[in-house]
């Protein structure tokens, strides 16, 4: 049986619409019709516009019949993370603060998407403020998991995972600042990449912590993520922390890099807390690397340990920093009960924040307060300069590192939500890459015997995505994981 549109890949489709086997608007239309049918059970979007979707799909034909297609992503339709400003249209962030926020103006990404001719398609579902691993902070309800309804699809990007899982979309856009790309594409079996701080512009991102925060692509290949990358990677004036590189063709660079490749499996990510069936599927993919030729080393980071409490005092830092502009007085919720200017501030911040946002306020505050700060964030400072040299010393002896995205797979809704704590140790072996600003992502390496996609992640070096995505290509191409969907 053929796959249905709404299942197939940027280059599938786009080699379909090139030949004018298909039109962008029919495209469109079944991934809109598949959004209708799905999108009550598995709530990955805050928003879409299927009058909007449709015109820009309609642009995209008449181009094309004129010869002046825009490449691969002309006419495929991409899904956004409400996060990610799209002139005109609702941005949210999850959060009531910014219910009735309109964006006016474009991110950077969405000015590249736009350029390259993407369907961009919806406002996706996340943890409010992207703050959270299950979307289960969302102001307007979690999203669930199109393996199993039941659980989680991750977060905080779990919209544009389960978007992209379901078929509502044919690619997607997520931010990542402790894991929020890789543990959400773990959770529902597809690839997600995290690219290098600097690399992807942040212009048009709302902040959460600024020196962690990565927009990156969700896909069904490796293919489809390099060609995502292309479009959105390159120096932006307009994010000071861009990074002047050359955008090399990464679609054609991972079927030019062949390994074998060095590998180095870090010990300090296969302890305590992982779950036997997600070791044993990372455990068998090391096993295929070795099978190729490549030489396994051992390696350790052993600041590790610490990766957690450091991200929990600078992620919550610069959120104290960053959330200081929803005051309710420039734009966004403003009570109705305030009195005065103070109560204008202290009601609306009240009633627009949910209750992880306010707790990573309060503890943000709390670090950077005079007396608190050379104890807490000063040092934390001090110990993400450890972790980051832990992986450049490991970067010595391999050219990539190969480690479980989560420690468990998807988990069930309302399962954690009670215990702050033991969500964030859900980020154990993603936050590490944030705070030593490396790239990463997490590809599909197996199934729980209940059915549950496992997640792999390849931790690569500073700017050398086309690397890490040819060593990713090597494994997929072996495997037959991306060949499979949910029965939904
Ligand atoms: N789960 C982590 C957090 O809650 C990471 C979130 C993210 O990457 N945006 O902060």
């Not at 579902?125 to 699809?153: I, Q």
């Not at 992807?200 to 069904?220: K, N, T």
């Not at 403003?334 to 501030?345: H, Q, T």
């Not at 792999?456 to 890490?468: H, S, T, V």
Request: charged share 20%; aromatic share 8%.
């Amino acid at each position: 049986m053929s796959v249905p549109l709404h299942f197939q890949t940027v280059a599938e489709l786009s080699a379909q619409l090139a030949s004018g086997k298909i039109s962008s608007c029919e495209l469109t239309r079944a991934v809109l019709a598949r959004t209708r049918v799905i999108e009550p059970q598995v709530h990955a979007f805050n928003s879409f516009d299927e009058a909007d979707s449709l015109a820009q799909a309609a642009a995209s034909d008449a181009r094309r019949t004129t010869g002046r297609s825009l490449g691969p992503l002309d006419g495929i339709p991409v899904g956004l993370k409400d996060v990610i400003s799209v002139a005109g249209q609702p941005l949210t962030a999850s959060s009531k603060m910014l219910a009735n926020f309109v964006s006016p103006y474009d991110a950077t990404v969405t000015e590249k998407l736009k350029a390259a001719g993407a369907v961009l398609h919806g406002r996706l579902n996340c943890d409010e403020f992207a703050m959270g691993s299950s979307t289960e902070n969302s102001a307007f309800g979690p999203a669930h998991n199109p393996w199993d309804l039941t659980r989680t699809p991750g977060g905080s990007s779990g919209g544009s995972a389960a978007a992209l899982a379901s078929g509502s979309a044919i690619a997607t856009l997520g931010s990542d600042t402790g894991g929020s790309i890789r543990q959400p594409a773990a959770f529902c079996g597809l690839v997600g990449l995290k690219p290098t701080y600097g690399l992807v512009s942040r212009y048009g991102l709302i902040a959460y912590a600024s020196s962690l925060d990565q927009i990156g692509p969700f896909a069904r290949t490796v293919e489809d993520a390099a060609i995502m990358l292309g479009i959105i990677a390159g120096h932006d004036p307009r994010d000071s922390t861009s990074f002047k590189t050359q955008v090399p063709d990464y679609r054609a660079e991972i079927k030019t890099r062949r390994g074998p490749w060095k590998l180095g499996v870090p010990k300090e990510y296969f302890g305590a807390g992982l779950d036997p069936e997600v070791g044993a599927a990372v455990e068998k993919a090391v096993g295929f690397y070795k099978s190729q030729g490549c030489e396994i080393r051992e390696v350790s980071l052993p600041h590790t340990q610490y990766c957690l409490d450091t991200y929990y005092i600078i992620a919550t830092a610069e959120a104290s920093s960053n959330l200081a502009r929803y005051d309710g007085i420039r734009y966004g919720h403003r009570s109705k009960e305030a009195k005065d200017v103070l109560d204008v501030y202290q009601k609306s911040r009240a009633e627009g924040f949910g209750d992880e946002v306010k707790r990573r306020i309060i503890l943000g505050t709390y670090v950077l307060s005079s007396g608190y700060y050379d104890a807490f964030y000063l040092r934390a400072q001090k110990v993400r300069t450890l972790i980051r040299r832990d992986f450049l010393n490991a970067y010595r002896e391999v050219d990539a590192l190969i480690t479980p995205t989560s420690p468990i797979p998807a988990f069930k809704l309302g399962e954690k939500s009670a215990d702050p704590l033991a969500m964030y140790l859900c980020d154990v072996y993603t936050i590490g890459v944030n705070l030593a600003g490396l790239p990463a992502l997490s590809l599909p390496c197996g199934f729980t015997a209940g059915g549950l996609p496992i997640g792999l992640q390849l931790i690569g070096q500073p700017f050398r995505e086309a690397d890490l995505l040819a060593v990713a290509q090597a494994y997929e191409e072996a495997h037959e994981w991306k060949l499979k969907y949910p029965a939904l």
